[in-house]
């Protein structure tokens, strides 16, 4: 991961990004209890001295350890002024991949959802961060946009089968924010699951056809390990969102009439 971030900085990048759970990989098991770290901890202690030596922000995904014997599934970020934050997963997955069993996605057996919604205001701008299933839930991009995040930041650990409903997903998200996304998934094969990698940043749209779209700026391949750089203009949010004024447009109703029929449901 060092000689990544460094590869990365050698072509200009300010911010590296890592898949989830990229320190340990998907596939520790049990062990998972074993191989989880405080944040801030010896990973973040490790990662902050090569951020701060390389001028670089970095954000990348690992199991946190708590209390013992409660680990979350989180993304850390440290930059050159040191450990700036954590985003704890909040949607843990824990429905099968076919009839066999839970698969690729054994998350409620080794992790405690995360509750805290924290964006992180950094000189190359406001960040949000989600972990995997939690793009699944525009509510919580959503949130994170109206606190204030500039870039919505997403890893994954997505199995190859679900590639066609992750891509989507991603560019969705941006537009319907109206903030620039990168996005980092898994690539190669670690046990029985095979992920597709195929990273990417996502703009906001385009001011001057009027078209809100959500051009993917830069995209990793779908085989191998890369380093993938793109460019972000983060005041480009200023010219979108007067022609695609989504954020405007949302209503208090909208989230009072959610709220309540969602009490009524479950």
Known sequence: MKAFTLNAVEQG???????????????????????????????????????????????WGMPE??????????????????????????????????????????????????????????????????VCYDMFFPELARALTLKGADILVGISGSPRFEKSIFEPIVQVRAMENTVWFVYANLVGKEGETEYWGGGCIVGPGEKET????????????????????????????????????VLRDLTTTMYEQLAEIHRRLT
């Open 13 to 59: 990048a300010k911010l590296v990004v890592f898949p989830e759970l990229a320190l340990t990989g998907y596939n520790c098991g049990d062990h998972f209890f074993e191989v989880a770290e405080t944040i801030p901890g010896p990973a973040t202690d490790f990662f902050a001295s090569v951020a701060a030596e390389h001028d670089v922000y970095i954000i």
């Open 65 to 130: 350890k708590s209390i013992e014997g409660i680990n979350y599934n989180s993304a850390a970020f440290v930059g050159p002024e040191g450990y700036i934050g954590k985003w704890r997963k909040h949607t843990l997955p824990g429905h099968a991949t076919d009839e066999s069993g839970p698969g690729a996605f054994p998350d409620r057996r080794y992790f405690k959802a995360g509750e805290d919604l924290p964006i992180f205001r950094t000189p190359i701008g406001n960040i949000g961060i989600l």
């Open 210 to 245: 009027k078209v809100p779209g959500s051009p993917v700026i830069c995209k990793a391949p779908y085989e191998g390990e890369s380093v993938t750089i793109g460019e972000i203009q983060v005041d480009k949010i200023r010219e979108i969102r007067p022609y695609f004024p």
